[in-house]
C-alpha cells in the first residue's frame, strides 16, 4: 500500500516550453506532498511543501513563479516547471507524508525532465 | 542551519562488512532514516532510528546517537546488487519533509 504514481517518467522539452509533472496517490489520502529536484551525483534537495487546498510553502531560492505546484485534490499533486530552459534539466521526485511501516514517507518513481 | 555529513565514495567487495557514517546538524530531530537510490529511481526504505541504539534488519543494520549527532548504517555479506548510493535523511520536526545528506555511492567489486 501507500503508492504514490508519478508522470512521466522522462520527458524532453525545448528550452521556453513548460512541462507539468503529476504525482497521484493511489490507495491513500496525500495532505501534504513534498517535491524534491536532485542533480546528477547530487542529493535531493527539497524545493517546496504543498498541502491539499492551499499554496505551497518553497524554500529558499525556488521561484515559486517558475515551478509552480499545485494541490487541489487529496489524491493529485502537480509541479509545472514554466519557460524550461537547460538548466532546469534535472530529476523531479516527489514524496508524500502517510503512515506505514516505513515510517512516514514514500516516494514517486522520478521525472527526469531534459531541456533542449 | 541545517547539515548532514556523509562520505561521497566508498568501495567493498562481496562479502565484506562496511560501514557508512553520517553526521547531523538539525534544528530538531523526530528520526534519522537511510535509503538506498539506484541512478534514475526513487529511494528505497531501509531503516529508521529515533531512539539510541542499533536497529537490525537482515543483512543491514542502522546505529544511532543522538548526543553525538551520528549514526551508520552496517552492511553485511555484500553483494553486487548492493552497489547504490545511500542517503541519510533526517526529519527535524514531525510532519515536515526529510532532510538528505548527499548521499554515500557504493562500488561493490567481485
Known amino acids: 500500500g501507500a503508492v504514490v504514481s508519478q508522470h512521466p517518467s522522462r520527458v524532453i522539452c525545448k528550452s521556453g516550453t513548460s512541462v507539468k509533472i503529476e504525482c497521484r496517490s493511489l490507495d491513500f489520502q496525500a495532505t501534504t506532498m513534498f517535491w524534491y529536484r536532485q542533480f546528477p551525483k547530487q542529493s535531493l534537495m527539497l524545493m517546496a511543501t504543498?498541502?491539499?487546498?492551499?499554496?505551497?510553502?518553497?524554500e529558499q531560492g525556488v521561484e515559486k513563479d517558475k515551478f509552480l505546484i499545485n494541490h487541489a485534490s487529496l489524491t493529485l499533486s502537480t509541479l509545472t516547471v514554466t519557460s524550461a530552459h537547460p538548466e532546469d534539466s534535472s530529476f523531479y521526485i516527489c514524496?508524500?507524508?502517510?503512515?506505514?511501516?516505513?515510517?512516514?514517507?514514500?516516494f514517486g518513481s522520478g521525472t527526469r525532465l531534459t531541456v533542449v | 542551519g541545517q547539515n548532514i555529513d556523509q562520505p561521497t565514495e566508498m568501495t567493498a567487495t562481496e562479502g565484506a562488512i562496511v560501514q557508512i557514517n553520517c553526521t547531523y546538524q538539525?534544528?530538531?530531530?523526530?528520526?534519522l532514516f537511510w535509503y538506498q537510490q539506484h541512478a534514475g529511481e526513487a529511494p528505497t526504505f531501509l531503516s529508521y532510528n529515533v531512539l539510541d541504539g542499533l536497529e537490525e534488519k537482515g543483512r543491514f543494520s542502522s546505529f544511532l546517537s543522538r548526543s553525538k549527532g551520528y549514526s551508520y548504517l552496517l552492511l553485511k555479506e555484500l553483494q553486487m546488487k548492493d552497489s547504490a548510493s545511500y542517503l541519510c535523511a533526517v526529519n527535524d520536526q514531525a510532519g515536515t519533509a526529510l532532510i538528505f545528506g548527499k548521499g554515500t555511492t557504493l562500488s561493490v567489486s567481485s
Open positions: 514524496s508524500a507524508r502517510i503512515r506505514t511501516d516505513n515510517y512516514g514517507y514514500t
Open positions: 538539525t534544528s530538531g530531530f523526530n528520526g
Open positions: 504543498s498541502n491539499e487546498g492551499s499554496k505551497a510553502t518553497y
